[in-house]
Structures are given as C-alpha cells and as structure tokens.
T-cell receptor, first 114, second 115 residues
Framework: GESVGLHLPTLSVQEGDNSIINCAYS??????FIWYKQESGKGPQFIID?????DKRQGQRVTVLLNKTVKHLSLQIAATQPGDSAVYFC?????????????FGKGITLSVRP | DAGVTQSPTHLIKTRGQQVTLRCSPK?????VSWYQQALGQGPQFIFQ???????QRGNFPDRFSGHQFPNYSSELNVNALLLGDSALYLC??????????????FGEGSWLTVV
C-alpha cells in the first residue's frame, strides 16, 4: 500500500493493494472525526467515524486510526477496488460550548489502477 | 428511509439576484447544517440550525441567511449573489450535535452557478 498526507492531492494505487490516506487535524479539543468519500458530482458519503476516546475503529474493508498525541488521523482501505476511486475528506468535529461544527481537510483524490 | 434530500439539484442565477435552496433532513434528525463547497475544495461551514434557531455560524457574510421549519426542514437564502458564490451547497443533518454521539449525513447538494 501507499500513504500520503493531505498536502499531496492524488494517491494512485493498484487494484487489490491496500490504501492509506493520512490527515493532520488542527484542534486538540476536537472530539469526533469522520472520513467521507465524495464521487464526482455527488455529496460527501459517510465512510467511518471515530470518537476521541478511541484509537482504532474497523468497518467493512476500512479502518480508521486516531493518534491524538500528534493530531493525526488515517484511513486504511483494504483490497482497494475501482469503485473506491473518489476524493476522500477527513473532518473534525470542533466544539464551541454546546455547539459543534465539522471542519474539513482539503481532500485527496484516490485513483485505482486496474 | 430517505436520506438527506436537497432541491434544486442545479440552478443558474445572475449576479445580484437572490436564491433559496431547500433541505429535508434524514428521518429522525433535528439538526441541519449548511456547507459551501467550492470546486476542488473541502466543504466550508456556513451555519447550523436546531429547534428553528441558528445555533452557530461560520465566516460568511450576512447575505447568507437561513431558516428551519417545525418539521426540521431548512432553507438557505443568499442575497445579492456574487460570481464567487458559485459552488456546491451541501446540507447535513444529525440527531442533536455530533458531540452527542450521532453521525452526520450529507445530501447530494445543490449546484449554484452565478453568471
């Protein structure tokens, strides 16, 4: 698999390989993190989330890892498929008192080679 | 169970005009947030509505206003449109805030082009 930070716009992987997408978040007080997948012309699609009291969460073919010490989040996709090609965003839930809002990273394009 | 639905899907407006975008939250959700997504960028928070009140606002001018109805649906209004308002406008809904442990879902968005 390959890994890249969100400061690089594109990740290209071979079909069947594992993909790792990294994200650095900014607010140490953020308590909830989400990965979204966005296909061209569509809205963000929820993939997986993780709360700040956890460091790992697994879904179907996806795993999210959270390292609060260095404010780092990663999304691992196992056995990447052509249908995984999309732009991926990490989002952190920033709290202000009783309110909260999502702040998104810039996104990275995942391109799967057949 | 319908997810978050938005209308219209696409529209074109002239600079200086006004636009209203609509959102129906996912069933059982009472909190609606609006985001603006410029081409090639991540979504930017505009504001959030809960119990028919604006609870929180992002860094957007007063030309952007909204409303939430008793059935939890919401409208986003933008006055005096500028070319830079051209973007995908996204509605997101949740049950309470994310901090209370509920997932946030997005609609497919409304594509606004200002000419």
């Amino acid at each position: 698999g390959e890994s890249v930070g969100l400061h690089l716009p594109t990740l290209s992987v071979q079909e069947g390989d594992n993909s790792i997408i990294n994200c650095a978040y900014s607010n140490s007080a953020s308590d909830y993190f989400i990965w979204y997948k966005q296909e061209s012309g569509k809205g963000p699609q929820f993939i997986i989330d993780i709360r700040s009291n956890m460091d790992k969460r697994q879904g179907q073919r996806v795993t999210v890892l959270l390292n609060k010490t260095v404010k780092h989040l990663s999304l691992q996709i196992a056995a990447t498929q052509p249908g995984d090609s999309a732009v991926y965003f990490c989002a952190e839930n920033e709290r202000t008192g009783a309110n909260s809002k999502l702040t998104f990273g810039k996104g990275i394009t995942l391109s799967v080679r057949p | 169970d319908a997810g978050v639905t938005q209308s219209p899907t696409h529209l074109i407006k002239t600079r200086g005009q006004q636009v209203t975008l609509r959102c129906s939250p996912k069933s059982g959700h009472d909190t609606v947030s609006w985001y603006q997504q410029a081409l090639g960028q991540g979504p930017q928070f505009i504001f959030q509505y809960y119990e028919e009140e604006e609870r929180q606002r992002g860094n957007f001018p007063d030309r952007f206003s909204g409303h939430q109805f008793p059935n939890y649906s919401s409208e986003l209004n933008v006055n005096a449109l500028l070319l830079g308002d051209s973007a995908l406008y996204l509605c997101a809904s949740s049950r309470g805030t994310a901090s209370s442990g509920n997932t946030i879902y997005f609609g497919e968005g409304s594509w606004l082009t200002v000419v």
